[in-house]
T-cell receptor, first 115, second 112 residues
Framework: EAQVTQNPRYLITVTGKKLTVTCSQNMNHEYMSWYRQDPGLGLRQIYYSMNVEVTDKGDVPEGYKVSRKEKRNFPLILESPSPNQTSLYFC??????????????FGDGTRLSIL | SQKIEQNSEALNIQEGKTATLTCNYTNYSPAYLQWYRQDPGRGPVFLLLIRENEKEKRKERLKVTFDTTLKQSLFHITASQPADSATYLCALLSGGSYIPTFGRGTSLIVHP
């Protein structure tokens, strides 16, 4: 089954404690991205990756890092999490390189609470 | 700045009626417009895509229109069912863009 898998689904942690949210896709997609979704603000893109070893900032990259060492994986790293990063996070992938006419496939989300 | 507006108020309709959701945009020249469905606690699921040179697209009970003059897309669900209750998001992309811009979504509630 084609899917995007995120882990963990839920995480409560404390300020400053480094964490990583993993994302894996089994569709051989080149393009992957991370979003955060906050009430009243909608989905905002954090980082995206066009292919292995190619990443770029989205609209809200501050406080986040990503890496793309393998095509299927695109982890999101919070080196020193702060309470304003409490949010619902989604990983997504799509095929077709940079083509905007390809649908995005989303994971089921990771709810992060940073105390 | 670029802006996408979807009605923030929930749309309540009776089962069997046609639901119409609106996506308006300003300061944007999108080449593609996509509609997604999002259920509580789940990621968005792609429904339909329409290109700037297309006026209308259909898929089963779904219909999307795209008016680049009015800078508006309408999303219709005919013969709506309670199972159609969800939040619907529109997303715009410029040609060659890698960063889609999402609207905040509109909640649809279909009453039996």
């Amino acid at each position: 089954e084609a899917q995007v898998t995120q882990n963990p689904r839920y995480l409560i942690t404390v300020t400053g404690k480094k964490l990583t949210v993993t994302c894996s896709q089994n569709m051989n997609h080149e393009y992957m991205s991370w979003y955060r979704q906050d009430p009243g603000l909608g989905l905002r893109q954090i980082y995206y990756s066009m292919n292995v070893e190619v990443t770029d900032k989205g609209d809200v990259p501050e406080g986040y890092k990503v890496s793309r060492k393998e095509k299927r994986n695109f982890p999101l790293i919070l080196e020193s999490p702060s309470p304003n990063q409490t949010s619902l996070y989604f990983c997504a992938s799509r095929g077709g390189g940079g083509a905007g006419n390809q649908p995005q496939h989303f994971g089921d989300g990771t709810r992060l609470s940073i105390l | 700045s670029q802006k996408i507006e979807q009605n923030s108020e929930a749309l309540n309709i009776q089962e069997g009626k046609t639901a119409t959701l609106t996506c308006n945009y300003t300061n944007y020249s999108p080449a593609y417009l996509q509609w997604y469905r999002q259920d509580p606690g789940r990621g968005p699921v792609f429904l339909l895509l329409i290109r700037e040179n297309e006026k209308e697209k259909r898929k089963e009970r779904l219909k999307v229109t795209f008016d680049t003059t009015l800078k508006q897309s309408l999303f219709h669900i005919t013969a709506s069912q309670p199972a159609d209750s969800a939040t619907y998001l529109c997303a715009l992309l410029s040609g060659g863009s890698y960063i889609p811009t999402f609207g905040r979504g509109t909640s649809l509630i279909v009453h039996p």
